[in-house]
């Protein structure tokens, strides 16, 4: 796949490469060097931050993955979250609050996120149209919990 095309998603395929080249990375980082607005849209945690989450929150998986994961960032204006959990190390789970998952039920965008895999959508089963372009993923995976999806940009 070249830049500025966008794959629709076929019925059987499980691996597809989209032609980028990875920039390697350390360890479990996932996130190389983000675009400036991106980068000034995800949060690093801070314990304030955290606390705050865990008061307000009410929903359960939201509270379970912020005490029981390694909780990378946290988008500033949807509070949604990056997380890997010890369970499945080296992959990156992504929460939406269920406010958020309701109103945009059928679109998700993470382009710009310098993500290096495709991400575990927790609780996306109504996604139909994902956008992960200019990242740096390689191979398609992780995709299996998401049985609506029509429509993946990689570009």
């Known amino acids: ?16 490469s989209n032609g980028k080249q990875g920039s390697g990375g350390k360890g479990s980082n996932f996130f190389s060097s983000l675009a400036l607005n991106r980068q000034q849209s995800l949060l690093k945690p801070d ?16 509270r379970y993955l912020i005490r029981h994961g390694n909780v990378h960032y946290i988008e500033a204006e949807t509070l949604t979250l990056y997380v890997e959990l010890a369970q499945i190390p080296n992959i990156i789970v992504i929460y939406r ?33 994902l956008n992960l372009s200019f ?21």
């Open 1 to 16: 796949m070249t830049p500025g095309q966008s794959y629709q998603m076929p019925t059987t395929a499980q691996t597809t």
């Open 47 to 62: 314990p304030i931050l955290i606390s705050k989450l865990l008061r307000e929150e009410t929903d359960e998986r939201y």
């Open 97 to 129: 609050r269920p406010t958020e998952r309701t109103s945009n039920a059928e679109k998700l965008s993470l382009e710009h996120r310098g993500l290096k895999h495709v991400p575990l959508l927790e609780g996306e089963e109504k996604l139909k149209q």
């Open 135 to 155: 990242n740096e993923i390689t191979k398609i995976e992780n995709i299996v919990s998401l049985p609506n999806l029509t429509f993946l940009d990689l570009s």
